[in-house]
């Protein structure tokens, strides 16, 4: 007992004041670099990468040479290939650096409660309805767990609580926010005017316009839903996951936007979680 309180009392007497403000700026960069990727497609790249660091440290530790081996190569080739990958997050880090806005806090919440979902539905599904039988063309995206801050910094804020009059006049034609897409967090509709990625799949049907492939393209890229109104013959549609389900009918638009936005319950430790109605 006396020696480890003698070990504790030279690592006290060791410590400079310096050392703790070293120590106190590190985790304060690491909490910013955090708060600056949430929000944005690095997080679930990231994730990925701890689970690469956690598999080799268990490799080595159980001493899988082969599979050591091969998470080290990965690795490696991993060290060439972030700064590619996460080339929009160190871009807008910079630039935010630049502006002085790595020092500031953001906020990106979804549905503050399960109630809330119901709701929004229902206020799209009135908004798609009016924007199908008037054949006005309309692209609404809707944010789940893979931040779009990206896209969004691309529009127009908007800042208002989701409502049918609210998405119906936004893409009223030769209105200034009809052309782009809407972007949807929670309750919130975000931004307005917002490009997005267009889908690369030489699948598609040559039919699909630049609305549709925007909607299939972000869907690829993330796991949100497009919501697409056909401008051309009123048709409703579904993306999800690089798919599109089209031709929906009001009560067939609500079941499926339900299925996708209402979480699964499920019981038990899972290590990786399955997206809402996949």
Same mark, same amino acid.
């Given at each position: 007992?006396?020696d480890?309180? &003698?070990?504790?009392?030279?690592?006290? $007497?060791?410590?400079r004041?310096?050392?703790? =403000?070293?120590?106190?700026?590190?985790?304060?960069?690491?909490?910013?670099?955090?708060?600056?990727?949430?929000?944005?497609?690095?997080v679930q790249?990231?994730?990925?990468?701890?689970?690469?660091?956690?598999?080799? *440290?268990i490799?080595h530790?159980? /001493?899988?040479?082969a599979l050591s081996?091969?998470?080290?190569?990965? =690795?490696?080739? *991993?060290?060439?290939?972030?700064?590619?990958?996460?080339?929009?997050?160190f871009r807008? #880090?910079?630039?935010?650096?630049g502006? #002085?806005k790595?020092?500031? $806090?953001? $906020? &990106?919440?979804?549905?503050?409660?399960?109630?809330?979902?119901?709701?929004?539905? !229902?206020?799209? &599904?009135k908004?798609t309805?009016v924007?199908s039988k008037?054949?006005?063309g309309?692209?609404?995206?809707?944010?789940?767990?893979?931040?779009?801050v990206?896209?969004i910094?691309t529009?127009?804020?908007? *800042?208002?609580?989701?409502?049918?009059e =609210?998405?119906?006049?936004?893409?009223?034609p030769?209105?200034?926010?009809h052309?782009g897409?809407?972007?949807?967090?929670? /309750?919130n509709?975000l931004?307005?005017?917002?490009f997005?990625?267009?889908?690369?799949?030489?699948? =598609?049907s040559k039919?699909l316009g &630049?609305?549709?492939?925007?909607g299939?393209g972000?869907?690829? /890229?993330?796991?949100?839903?497009?919501?697409?109104v056909?401008?051309?013959? #009123?048709?409703?549609?579904?993306?999800?996951?690089?798919?599109l389900?089209r031709?929906?009918?009001?009560?067939?638009?609500?079941?499926?936007?339900? !299925?996708?936005?209402?979480?699964?319950?499920?019981s038990?430790?899972?290590?990786?979680?399955?997206?809402?109605?996949?």
């Open positions: 007992m006396a480890l309180q &003698t070990t504790f009392e030279k690592l006290v $007497s060791s410590l004041l310096l050392d703790a =403000l070293d120590v106190i700026i590190v985790a304060f960069v690491l909490y910013r670099l955090i708060l600056m990727i949430r929000g944005t497609r690095a790249l990231l994730k990925g990468v701890v689970m690469i660091l956690l598999a080799t *440290g490799a530790t159980l /001493q899988l040479g081996w091969l998470l080290d190569k990965i =690795l490696t080739i *991993g060290l060439f290939a972030i700064p590619v990958v996460f080339q929009p997050e807008r #880090g910079l630039e935010q650096l502006r #002085g790595f020092f500031s $806090s953001r $906020s &990106t919440t979804l549905f503050q409660e399960e109630e809330d979902i119901p709701k929004t539905i !229902n206020e799209l &599904t908004a309805s924007l008037n054949k006005i309309a692209l609404i995206i809707l944010e789940r767990d893979t931040g779009l990206d896209h910094e529009g127009i804020p908007i *800042g208002a609580v989701v409502s049918s =609210l998405l119906i006049n936004i893409f009223i030769n209105t200034p926010l052309d897409a809407v972007i949807i967090r929670g /309750q509709v931004a307005a005017s917002c997005l990625p267009l889908s690369d799949n030489a699948s =598609l039919e &630049t609305r549709h492939r925007a299939i972000i869907s690829e /890229q993330s796991d949100a839903v497009a919501v697409i056909s401008e051309e013959t #009123g048709a409703i549609s579904l993306a999800a996951d690089g798919k389900t031709n929906l009918d009001e009560q067939s638009f609500r079941e499926y936007l339900t !299925n996708l936005l209402v979480p699964v319950k499920t038990g430790f899972t290590l990786f979680k399955g997206k809402a109605g996949s």
